[in-house]
T-cell receptor, first 114, second 115 residues
Framework: GAVVSQHPSWVICKSGTSVKIECRSL??????MFWYRQFPKQSLMLMAT?????????EQGVEKDKFLINHASLTLSTLTVTSAHPEDSSFYICSAQTGKETQYFGPGTRLLVL | QQQVKQSPQSLIVQKGGISIINCAYE??????FPWYQQFPGKGPALLIAIRPDVSEKKEGRFTISFNKSAKQFSLHIMDSQPGDSATYFCAAIFLRNTNAGKSTFGDGTTLTVKP
């Protein structure tokens, strides 16, 4: 149980295009989903916290107009990287939470912007 | 200010040995302390977690030791195996305030277990 999927697992896009990443909790309903960014050999950097039906809360320094988050249901959250640039290339990971303790992480999405 | 400090950055252990990773936290309001294991190119997976009212928790070869007064906790991997080679992250979570549920992560420890 407690499986979280992400789609796509990897994506290559041209600079200036937008990319949407989906995060789904497959066998449970997630009250909260988190979006992280991870650079090679570094820790997870929280980008935003997403609650179903409400606006996402972004961490300081994260551009909300660039990283659009939609949490349409208790099992689906999406992250859209708008007008992507090479510096947005990274490993993006979502997690889903039922209570307040345990986060279940997705397998991650590797984004490469050319 | 880094709220959770993790050490060492990297660790090499012989097969069958004990791997020990340490974390120290600043804020005494943290309520929950999980450890995650991450393999290259994958998302982190919960390994084991502890609440501050418990001094030790063991699950199989993995043990968390918790020292509330020192604000430190550590992960011990007994009989380390090559398959344990991964990056390990400690985390601390608030359960009661406005940031409830949000994790603060350590910087990670890359463990290599040599056969």
């Amino acid at each position: 149980g407690a499986v979280v999927s992400q789609h796509p697992s990897w994506v290559i896009c041209k600079s200036g295009t937008s990319v949407k990443i989906e995060c789904r909790s497959l066998d449970f309903q997630a009250t909260t989903m988190f979006w992280y960014r991870q650079f090679p050999k570094q820790s997870l950097m929280l980008m935003a916290t997403s609650n179903e039906g409400s606006k996402a809360t972004y961490e300081q320094g994260v551009e909300k107009d660039k990283f659009l988050i939609n949490h349409a249901s208790l099992t689906l959250s999406t992250l859209t990287v708008t007008s992507a640039h090479p510096e947005d290339s990274s490993f993006y990971i979502c997690s889903a939470q039922t209570g307040k303790e345990t986060q279940y992480f997705g397998p991650g999405t590797r984004l490469l912007v050319l | 200010q880094q709220q959770v400090k993790q050490s060492p950055q990297s660790l090499i252990v012989q097969k069958g040995g004990i791997s020990i990773i340490n974390c120290a936290y600043e804020n005494t309001a943290f309520d929950y302390f999980p450890w995650y294991q991450q393999f290259p190119g994958k998302g982190p997976a919960l390994l084991i977690a502890i609440r501050p009212d418990v001094s030790e928790k063991k699950e199989g070869r993995f043990t968390i030791s918790f020292n509330k007064s020192a604000k430190q906790f550590s992960l011990h991997i007994m009989d380390s195996q090559p398959g344990d080679s991964a990056t390990y992250f400690c985390a601390a979570i608030f359960l009661r305030n406005t940031n409830a549920g949000k994790s603060t992560f350590g910087d990670g420890t890359t463990l290599t277990v040599k056969p």
